[in-house]
């Protein structure tokens, strides 16, 4: 059987922080986030301090594992949350930020509907009205930030010998 035979989320979430770390604002070279990490950013406030600096936060959030056909196959369906958090300290300024943060991050999940192939990803997709503009309070500090939520699906075979037991 082709594929592999053990799902791999972990290339998925490393995946998800490669995309994110190469997004760029439309039409110029900047990169967006000036940290992009799995899980929550310790002393976020530190991050965001500047007038222009954005951070992203990337979390597992459901997790499913079924058999899809018969031989074997297991599709793996996860979703992820990414979180980007601006500075709220010019709220104004804090509120057009956000909204060219959010543009800037959903470029590449319109274009790359694989992910690479990361840990055997066959599609993944933008969840059907998951964005959410927000006010976080961290750090003793109100935050502007932006939550979208990202589906994959892995395919994945049961090893042979012993393949599938009754």
């Not at 992820?80 to 991050?105: C, G, K, P, T």
């Not at 590449?108 to 055997?120: D, K, M, Y």
């Amino acid at each position: 059987m082709p594929g592999t035979t053990a799902p791999n989320t972990l290339a998925i979430a490393n995946a998800l922080v490669g995309f994110c770390q190469a997004v760029t604002y439309p039409a110029t070279s900047t990169i967006v986030y000036d940290v992009v990490q799995l899980g929550e950013i310790k002393d976020i406030t530190d991050r965001v301090s500047g007038a222009s600096s954005a951070c992203l936060e990337i979390y597992a959030h459901k997790d499913n594992s079924q058999h899809f056909t018969f031989g074997g196959k297991l599709r793996d369906d996860q979703t992820w949350f990414l979180l980007s958090l601006v500075n709220l300290d010019n709220a104004q300024n804090a509120e057009q930020m956000i909204y060219q943060v959010r543009d800037a991050l959903i470029v590449p999940f319109q274009v790359h509907a694989t992910l690479g192939n990361a840990g055997s990803v066959y599609h993944s997709q933008i969840q059907p009205s998951s964005g959410k503009f927000l006010k976080i309070f961290r750090n003793g500090q109100w935050l502007r930030a932006h939550l979208i939520e990202i589906q994959t699906w892995q395919e994945w075979f049961v090893p042979t010998p012993p393949g599938v037991i009754a």
